[in-house]
């Protein structure tokens, strides 16, 4: 068998015996929810735009609480765990058994494969996970083969962009069922369990604002140049398959103390040495399965109705148009510029752990099909102060991840999840915390107090956010500054205000005064006469409200009092000058 080397390039093992266990983020639901329109990304992650878009997909609704979610990727994990301890007794782990029922020669008429399958199906370990597969994981594999149609077409297409047999998609059905979220013991992640070294190899981004090894697109990107370059070395795809679980180096020494064999039959079959190798102590157990468990997970995959499974038709492939924003962006903002669920954004964007973009870098959001061009007409209106919405706590006596949550109205989960590597359950006093949210708590009741600025004396008053309204447009209407409306309030610079929010203004200039509404007309309008005010819908912009009554952009900001960082928000009334 010809074995091709690396040069000084090392492999490690992609999921170093991986035995996933829970992870407090999962970052899709499940069953997955299919996608309008079925377009595959694998040669076009990145979708040009301001070509014309077409019409605006509407995305799955996303119904499932974070409880669930979390349930659901504990079962996985449960279940993907007794998928690595399951063995059969000493005494079955014999080689081929040609009567085995349901195996690769009844199935080989039917069926193709481009692994071979037909030649080892019948082996009594395959044989074993076929019945473990149908037996005490029946129900968690079920779940794994409905979420498999979502990602397929876009696996396979990389895998054939690299010359990589495309039945080694069943990979990631047996080492994550095709969860993004995917966390094993020995920390490797994402559907494909890298480890991160090994992640870091490929080209993947790993750190405390991306982990790409969650991204479906770039890792199986890895994940087929991984494959590719372990075929190369050993000359066998079984082979490849063992390396990319216990790592090159530990096949590799293997196949140097291995006797031998059959030159004629490795050379007409390479993957026969994988199962000499089989026969010895030379692999883990759970590298030996390895490959047993891809060809049992291949069999069932390709015709689930023989073994009792539901074949799913129904569900379309992931698709997506994308974005690239320029800097730190949360994707709460996106969700809203999309007029979509940020559940259904962090679905098609796993990797982004914070639920933001990470700073000073350019980075692609993926978004629903149809909407590309919608989101970033609104994103280029948007203040780069309105970009994130997140807070930094600093956590004091007493106080939990529970109490933190509860205090910024978000969820636990998203909590940690915006804060890797600090440990939730022991926070210590004085730690700082990524608070994903524009929502910050209202400063306490209490009397008004005076406050001296250069010499003069002044007071506070409270004052309650309206829809719509900024703290640029607060600021202008009671004469002061931003600067000075957030520290009275002890709002950060990314910090954000609600509607119905109550916060502390200079009160020695009374407000000025707004503009009423003009009374309501009755019929229609005369030619050539305009509205008093227009009241602002979703997804409109100055642009085109000032081209539908005729007036220039610069007198519609003039007449509403408005700057060219103003934020336009549905709901608002604008005066239209006349």
């Known amino acids: 068998m010809k074995r091709l080397g690396f040069g000084s390039l090392l492999l490690v093992a992609a999921c170093g015996g991986a035995r996933p266990a829970p992870t407090p983020a999962p970052q899709s639901p499940t069953p997955p929810a299919p996608v309008a329109e079925a377009v595959s990304p694998a040669s076009t992650p990145v979708v040009a735009l301001g070509a014309g878009a077409a019409a605006v997909d509407t995305p799955p609704p996303v119904t499932d609480t974070a409880r669930a979610e979390t349930a659901d990727s504990a079962a996985d994990a449960a279940m993907l765990e007794r998928l690595a301890e399951a063995h059969p007794a000493p005494q079955d782990s014999g080689a081929d058994d040609s009567e085995a029922p349901g195996g690769a020669n009844a199935a080989a008429t039917e069926v193709t494969y481009d692994i071979d399958v037909e030649t080892y199906g019948n082996h009594a370990r395959v044989q074993y996970y076929l019945d473990f597969f149908q037996g005490p994981a029946r129900e968690r594999f079920q779940i794994w083969l409905q979420r498999m149609p979502r990602y397929e077409p876009m696996i396979r297409a990389k895998?054939?962009?690299?010359?990589?047999?495309?039945?080694?998609?069943?990979?990631?059905?047996?080492?994550?069922?095709?969860?993004?979220?995917?966390?094993?013991?020995?920390?490797?992640?994402?559907?494909?369990?890298?480890?991160?070294?090994?992640?870091?190899?490929?080209?993947l981004?790993?750190?405390?604002?991306?982990?790409?090894?969650?991204?479906?697109?770039?890792?199986?990107?890895?994940?087929?140049?991984?494959?590719?370059?372990?075929?190369?070395?050993?000359?066998?795809?079984?082979?490849?398959?063992?390396?990319?679980?216990?790592?090159?180096?530990?096949?590799?020494?293997?196949?140097?103390?291995?006797?031998?064999?059959?030159?004629?039959?490795?050379?007409?079959?390479?993957?026969?040495?994988?199962?000499?190798?089989?026969?010895?102590?030379?692999?883990?157990?759970?590298?030996?399965?390895?490959?047993?468990?891809?060809?049992?997970?291949?069999?069932?995959?390709?015709?689930?109705?023989?073994?009792?499974?539901?074949?799913?038709?129904?569900?379309?492939?992931?698709s997506y148009d994308s974005i690239i924003v320029p800097d730190a962006?949360?994707?709460?903002?996106?969700?809203?510029?999309?007029?979509?669920?940020?559940?259904?954004?962090?679905?098609?964007?796993?990797?982004?752990?914070?639920?933001?973009?990470?700073?000073?870098?350019?980075?692609?959001?993926?978004?629903?099909?149809?909407?590309?061009?919608?989101?970033?007409?609104?994103?280029?209106?948007?203040?780069?102060?309105?970009?994130?919405?997140?807070?930094?706590?600093?956590?004091?006596?007493?106080?939990?991840?529970?109490?933190?949550?509860?205090?910024?109205?978000?969820?636990?989960?998203?909590?940690?999840?915006?804060?890797?590597?600090?440990?939730?359950?022991?926070?210590?006093?004085?730690?700082?915390?990524?608070?994903?949210?524009?929502?910050?708590?209202?400063?306490?009741?209490?009397?008004?107090?005076?406050?001296?600025?250069?010499?003069?004396?002044?007071?506070?008053?409270?004052?309650?956010?309206?829809?719509?309204?900024?703290?640029?447009?607060?600021?202008?209407?009671y004469n002061t500054s931003v600067t000075r409306l957030r520290s009275l309030n002890a709002l950060g610079r990314t910090s954000m205000i609600r509607s119905g929010q109550v916060i502390r203004v200079p009160a020695p200039a009374a407000p000025r005064p707004e503009a009423a509404p003009a009374p309501a007309r009755s019929g229609t309008t005369a030619p050539g006469e305009r509205p008093a005010t227009h009241l602002v819908r979703r997804g409109e912009t100055l642009t085109a409200i000032a081209a539908r009554y005729g007036v220039t952009i610069a007198s519609l900001r003039e007449a509403n009092g408005m700057t060219p960082r103003t934020v336009l928000k549905a709901g608002v009334r604008l005066k239209i000058p006349g």
């Open 159 to 203: 895998l054939r962009e690299y010359n990589v047999p495309e039945d080694m998609v069943y990979l990631a059905l047996i080492e994550s069922g095709f969860s993004n979220s995917a966390v094993s013991r020995a920390r490797a992640t994402g559907m494909w369990q890298f480890m991160k070294g090994t992640g870091k190899l490929y080209g």
């Open 205 to 318: 981004r790993v750190d405390t604002w991306v982990d790409e090894r969650r991204d479906f697109v770039r890792a199986t990107d890895a994940a087929a140049r991984h494959l590719a370059d372990l075929r190369d070395r050993f000359g066998s795809m079984y082979l490849a398959a063992a390396a990319y679980n216990a790592g090159a180096g530990k096949v590799g020494r293997g196949l140097r103390r291995l006797p031998d064999g059959d030159d004629e039959e490795e050379e007409e079959n390479a993957d026969a040495t994988f199962f000499r190798l089989y026969d010895t102590r030379f692999l883990r157990r759970e590298t030996k399965d390895y490959v047993p468990k891809l060809i049992a997970a291949a069999l069932i995959a390709k015709q689930p109705e023989k073994y009792g499974f539901v074949r799913f038709t129904d569900i379309q492939p992931v």
């Open 329 to 477: 962006t949360g994707l709460d903002v996106i969700a809203r510029l999309a007029d979509t669920s940020v559940a259904f954004l962090r679905e098609l964007n796993p990797h982004y752990l914070r639920s933001v973009t990470p700073p000073r870098t350019p980075s692609v959001v993926r978004l629903p099909t149809g909407v590309g061009a919608l989101v970033e007409a609104r994103y280029a209106e948007l203040p780069e102060n309105d970009r994130v919405h997140y807070v930094e706590h600093v956590v004091a006596r007493g106080q939990t991840a529970a109490s933190i949550a509860r205090m910024y109205r978000v969820n636990t989960r998203l909590l940690t999840d915006a804060n890797p590597g600090v440990r939730m359950t022991r926070l210590k006093i004085g730690t700082r915390l990524v608070v994903p949210t524009s929502f910050v708590p209202n400063v306490p009741a209490a009397p008004e107090r005076t406050v001296t600025a250069r010499g003069t004396s002044s007071t506070t008053i409270r004052y309650r956010v309206r829809p719509g309204e900024t703290l640029s447009g607060i600021a202008e209407k």
